[in-house]
């Protein structure tokens, strides 16, 4: 089956190189018309490497603080960081905590703890809390 659009590589580079620290989630991948198939091969060559469902890292190494925010707050879209977690340069800590509206269902992720928030849902905390 031929493609509507051909992936956005340029898109993706910007994402993992200059927004999100080499991180990056399904949804946006195929928000850049990567197709199923092509993620799959990408974990396949260990160009992405998934460190949760739907969340992927550009390498193969440990995940440095900002990366594990980057982490949570994709596993858990729309969230945003709260708590300590939401400091400039937040204490060294094993836990992520991330805010997510107060009527979402989200699935456990390994250290990160979910903050239900009603304001969350109206968008008027989200963008100012994404990892730096």
Not at 85 to 94: E, G, Q, W
Request: aromatic share 4%; glycine share 6%; charged share 25%.
């Amino acid at each position: 089956m031929p493609r509507d659009k051909m992936p956005d590589t340029e898109g993706l580079r910007h994402l993992l190189e200059w927004v999100q620290d080499g991180v990056v989630s399904r949804r946006q991948l195929l928000s850049l018309h990567f197709t199923h198939g092509d993620i799959e091969r990408m974990l396949r060559r260990k160009d992405l490497v998934r460190v949760v469902p739907g969340v992927f890292v550009n390498h193969t190494g440990e995940l440095t603080r900002q990366q594990r925010e980057w982490v949570a707050v994709l596993a858990h879209w729309p969230s945003a960081l709260t708590g300590l977690s939401a400091l400039p340069h937040p204490p060294p800590r094993a836990v992520i905590d991330v805010a997510i509206a107060d009527n979402r269902t989200v699935k456990p992720v390994d250290r990160v703890r979910a903050h239900r928030k009603p304001d969350l849902a109206d968008g008027s905390t989200g963008a100012a809390l994404l990892p730096a």
